[in-house]
């Protein structure tokens, strides 16, 4: 089992840049989470979803942020246009639903650098 | 501008010791309670759970105690080891919410040779 995939692992970019980050769920997991990691604010849930459908999107700070989940095996994190508060680790992760905590497995994350 | 960042607490224990890191945590309504390791450039990695209706569970070095009354929750580390260096965050999930995780702030372990 290769885990939940994120790529790439560390992005740089200039502000006013689009960036996508990307996410290969664990097979047969059916929710998906994309979470924001710094210093100032920790771990946020940005976004997740359930068979593919955005559940909840309370966390996506604002309408430079989108998330698309195409199909189960893939999702996306765009940040467009890219600002330097922007700068973190975002982590995705998936479950099974209610599978409890044991089932539920991060990526290594992507190190976002926007200068 | 660039804004300064947050310390996490840190906690620094000798070789051998036991270590126990600590957790407050506000909504009563959580279902289960979590603890996850996270190493530097890694994602967080589960350690232990704890569902609401109890108050302790054992898991290999590792015991979790939940007290409901004061919204507190405990990690133990028995004969902590180098390797149990990393950031150690406890989390709460509301089943009602889809296994929507809440985060703690985070402790730093620190464990000397």
């Known amino acids: 089992d290769a885990g939940v995939i994120q790529s790439p692992r560390h992005e740089v970019t200039e502000m006013g840049q689009e960036v996508t980050l990307r996410c290969k769920p664990i097979?047969?997991?059916?929710?998906l989470f994309w979470y924001r990691q710094t210093m100032m604010r920790g771990l946020e849930l940005l976004i997740y979803f359930n068979n593919n459908v955005p559940i909840d999107d309370s966390g996506m700070p604002e309408d430079r942020f989108s998330a698309k989940m195409p199909n189960a095996s893939f999702s996306t994190l765009k940040i467009q246009p890219s600002e330097p508060r922007d700068s973190a680790v975002y982590f995705c992760?998936?479950?099974?639903?209610?599978?409890?905590?044991?089932?539920?497995?991060f990526g290594s994350g992507t190190r976002l650098t926007v200068v | 501008g660039e804004s300064v960042g947050l310390h996490l607490p840190t906690l620094s224990v000798q070789e051998g010791d036991n270590s126990i890191i600590n957790c407050a945590y506000s909504n009563s309504a959580s279902d289960y309670f979590i603890w996850y390791k996270q190493e530097s450039g890694k994602g967080p990695q589960f350690i232990i759970d704890?569902?609401?209706?109890?108050d302790k569970r054992q898991g290999q070095r590792v015991t979790v105690l939940l007290n409901k009354t004061v919204k507190h929750l405990s990690l133990q580390i028995a004969a902590t080891q180098p390797g149990d260096s990393a950031v150690y965050f406890c989390?709460?999930?509301?089943?009602?919410?889809?296994?929507?995780?809440?985060f703690g702030q985070g402790t730093e372990l620190s464990v000397k040779p």
């Open positions: 992760a998936s479950s099974l639903p209610f599978s409890g905590a044991d089932g539920y497995t």
């Open positions: 989390a709460e999930n509301r089943n009602n919410q889809g296994g929507k995780l809440i």
């Open positions: 704890i569902r609401s209706n109890m």
């Open positions: 097979s047969g997991h059916n929710s």
